[in-house]
């Protein structure tokens, strides 16, 4: 159930994007034990804006793979804001692969303003690379529980975030594109970003009530964790095609509508 206070959705947005909020690294060490971090995509190089690796939950191997932001404008440059190349792409799909392999569970976390749009990550396969993730993730035969802990925008979230259940944090957003580029293709005028998120319907809450994401938890370790304890438990009861089966599923009643 949603736990969020009422605020505006222009708020809450803010929120997701404060400075202030943990990291992928603080999620890493406080819910998994023993990370060992994995790099390259084995084609093209290493994308520092992609952090994963292996890791044990509660005894168990898994998989985790995530956004990767700085904690300051060096380490901000260094992890080009978040927001990934193809290279970063293909190796979160090369993790997801040998996941698959060797039966262990994926765990995503998404905090991305988007994919980098430079012409040379273009160039690279960028669009590519994002609709390669998503054909994986919709036939992936292991567990993939992703977490919304900041800003997720565009394809570029996306691409991590097609699992068996979406986590939201309270304050966190999840939406087609940024509210900027939506003010901006709609309206010319970027200032309208507060309006722009009202009518996207970004918030934790809302795409809860839609049936979008799965659970809205606090803000805190100790219930994602529990979260992710509870839904993987339930997932690994599953066999591999009953879990792709359900995954389909779960995508197909997404966008449902009834003709009057």
Same mark, same amino acid.
């Given at each position: ?5 009422? @605020? ?14 943990? !990291? ?14 994995? @790099? ?46 193809? #290279?970063?792409? &293909? @190796?979160?799909?090369?993790?997801? @692969? ?20 430079? &012409? ?5 396969? #960028? ?20 977490? +919304? ?42 200032? &309208? ?5 009202? #009518? ?17 938890? !606090? ?8 979260? +992710? ?15 792709? #089966? ?9 966008? !449902?509508?009834?003709?009057?």
């Amino acid at each position: 159930m949603s736990h969020l206070k009422k @605020k505006s959705a222009y708020e809450v947005l803010t929120e997701a994007r404060s400075s202030k909020r943990p !990291k992928i690294t603080d999620y890493y060490d406080n819910l998994f034990t023993d990370f060992y971090e994995l @790099k390259g995509d084995r084609l093209s190089g290493e994308d520092p804006a992609i952090l994963g690796g292996i890791a044990m939950f509660e005894g168990e191997p898994v998989t985790v793979i995530g956004h990767r932001k700085g904690n300051d404008l060096m380490e901000n440059i260094r992890f080009n804001f978040g927001m990934p190349e193809p #290279q970063g792409y &293909r @190796k979160a799909a090369r993790l997801m @692969k040998e996941a698959e392999r060797f039966g262990r569970p994926v765990i995503t976390f998404i905090d991305t303003p988007g994919a980098y749009p430079g &012409r040379k990550a273009e160039e690279n396969g #960028q669009s590519t690379a994002i609709a390669e993730n998503l054909a994986l993730m919709s036939t992936l035969k292991t567990p993939l529980i992703c977490i +919304v802990t900041g800003e997720a925008c565009s394809g570029g979230a996306l691409a991590i975030a097609a699992g068996d259940c979406l986590i939201m944090l309270e304050n966190s957003v999840y939406s087609v594109l940024s509210p900027e580029g939506m003010a901006s293709i709609l309206w010319k005028d970027p200032s &309208r970003v507060a309006e722009a998120c009202e #009518q996207m319907k970004m918030t934790a809450d809302i795409l809860y009530k839609e049936g979008i994401a799965d659970e809205v938890i !606090k803000e805190d370790y100790a219930s994602l964790k529990r979260s +992710v304890s509870k839904h993987l438990k339930e997932l690994k009861k599953l066999d591999a095609d009953d879990l792709v #089966q359900k995954r389909y599923e779960k995508y197909r009643l997404i966008g !449902k509508y009834i003709r009057l």
